[in-house]
């Protein structure tokens, strides 16, 4: 698994820009290195590295995206969905939920909306906007809304062009822990923003 995962940080789909200053693939990394400085738990710095995972894995042959003008394409919810045969819920529900992050802080955080990238707004208009009032209610009683609102957060600050993160391979030593503990039923490191 980590092999692969290496690959699609290698592979065409990780140069795509998806309308950000910098490619899709250096994005998860500096999202995984400002998860990893922040101090977090491994599970989430593996969720913020592999936060935008469902736009590599669904590229085709060319690297092209499944992101959609008009239409959500629903990666985070597709990542994650791939991602659960191999890691624990720590890694795959923040990775599920941040985009529904982003709604839910444009709905509750004056000012997030307008801090978000021209992209990021964008998307927002086909992921559904700001959540109603009932469903921050609902998202506020789930198990992983802090980490997935941390995972957002650590999103929307990766887009540094003058920043160089790590390269993927700096993350595969804490990828195969959190294999391991999940394949030998270990409790895995925790995944609870701090």
Same mark, same amino acid.
């Given at each position: ?5 290496? +690959? ?72 994650? &969905? ?9 890694? !795959? ?41 009932? +469903? ?9 809304? !802090? +980490? ?23 993350? =595969? ?7 391991? =503990?999940?394949? !030998?039923?270990? &409790?895995?490191?925790?995944? !609870? =923003?701090?």
């Amino acid at each position: 698994m980590i092999e692969e995962l290496g +690959d699609l940080f290698a592979g065409p789909g990780a140069g795509e820009y998806l309308g950000e200053p910098v490619t899709i693939g250096v994005h998860m990394r500096q999202a995984g290195a400002l998860a990893e400085a922040a101090g977090a738990p491994e599970a989430l710095v593996a969720a913020a590295l592999l936060h935008d995972i469902g736009h590599l894995h669904d590229a085709g042959p060319s690297g092209a995206s499944a992101l959609a003008d008009t239409v959500d394409a629903r990666h985070g919810e597709r990542g994650a &969905n791939w991602l659960s045969g191999w890691f624990p819920d720590a890694v !795959t529900e923040p990775v599920r939920l941040h985009v529904a992050a982003k709604r839910y802080l444009c709905a509750i955080e004056p000012g997030y909306y307008a801090r978000l990238s021209d992209e990021s707004k964008r998307t927002l208009a086909v992921q559904g906007g700001p959540m109603s009032a009932g +469903d921050v209610r609902r998202f506020e009683r789930g198990t992983f809304a !802090t +980490d997935a609102v941390a995972v957002r957060r650590w999103d929307d600050q990766a887009k540094e062009p003058s920043v160089a993160p790590p390269e993927f391979g700096h993350f =595969a030593p804490l990828l195969a822990r959190l294999l391991t =503990a999940r394949l !030998t039923g270990q &409790n895995e490191p925790g995944g !609870t =923003a701090r």
